[in-house]
């Protein structure tokens, strides 16, 4: 019965990892932690019958696990098929829902403007983007149209940050990677910027965070607070390097954990670096908070 155990619990923890097929390890694993059991008591080959009931006991575990997370995502998608059918036939009902949000996202972009803040030294085309609405806006993207010195359109290129978020009446900066262009042979530039739909920013948080820095002398090392009643799971900063009134560089720094409601998250961004990544001197540094995800 030990060696019978063994060969059951390989058996099923095998089967229990492979997709499609996971839910029949079920069986081979209860039979392998019964016949484990059975030998244990009768001392039969006991080490064949502890190593066949671990396996067996994880085959186990993992299957309940499996399927509860299965019956978990099959009540979430019932209720986001009820949700999407309530506001379907809501919109049907009254149109005008629609064309409210549309208005609204159209007032809401005009209320955004940019200004250029000049090339880095290590080439990057940096900018401010301020918020001028009394509501946070959430970005996918802030594009970046050059031209050339007659007007004629030359390229477009998208800022390096994307999916972020501007709390009201506030300014982040924000930059076009410079590793292989050359920016100032552009004189007119035109900035455009693409709002989220309402269903990928409703995760996103931008307000009610308290930032703090300090300067180590190798990094500068960020706080951010989480006063949200909410746990966050990514945030995400930029920090803007000047030398006197120019700035010379924009580094982007992330925090990939999740904080806890009234919780810190803790971001060390690296020195700015010039194109052949020579430190480059700076007397002061600006951090901005471009927003983070709401933990699952």
Not at 288 to 295: C, I, Q, W
């Amino acid at each position: 019965m030990g060696i019978a155990s063994l060969v059951l619990g390989i058996v099923s923890l095998v089967l229990g990892v492979l997709p499609f097929v996971w839910m029949i390890a079920f069986i081979p694993a209860l039979v392998g932690l019964i016949l484990g059991i059975i030998s244990l008591v009768k001392k039969k080959r006991k080490a064949q019958s502890i190593v066949g009931i671990v396996l067996s006991a994880i085959t186990l575990v993992l299957v309940i696990l499996a399927f509860v997370n299965l019956f978990r995502t099959v009540g979430d998608l019932g209720e986001i098929l009820k949700d999407y059918s309530s506001s379907t036939e809501e919109n049907i009902l009254d149109d005008s829902f629609l064309n409210t949000e549309v208005d609204n996202t159209d007032q809401l972009k005009e209320n955004i403007t940019a200004e250029a803040l000049g090339i880095t030294a290590s080439g990057d085309f940096a900018f401010k983007i301020t918020n001028n609405n009394d509501e946070p806006v959430y970005l996918d993207s802030a594009d970046v149209i050059f031209k050339d010195a007659n007007g004629n359109f030359a390229l477009k290129e998208k800022g390096d940050v994307s999916y972020f978020s501007i709390p009201a009446n506030s300014e982040v900066v924000n930059y076009v990677w410079g590793y292989s262009q050359d920016y100032s042979q552009y004189p007119i530039y035109e900035f455009d910027f693409q709002l989220s739909e309402s269903w990928s920013s409703e995760d996103m948080l931008c307000e009610n965070f308290e930032v703090t820095s300090n300067n180590t002398g190798s990094q500068i090392a960020v706080e951010v607070k989480n006063n949200n009643n909410v746990a966050t799971r990514s945030m995400n900063v930029v920090v803007a390097y000047y030398q006197g009134d120019k700035i010379v560089g924009c580094e982007e720094g992330d925090a990939y954990e999740e904080v806890a409601a009234g919780g810190t998250a803790y971001v060390n961004v690296d020195y700015p670096t010039d194109s052949r990544y020579q430190d480059v001197a700076f007397d002061r540094y600006e951090v901005y908070f471009l927003g983070a995800d709401e933990a699952f």
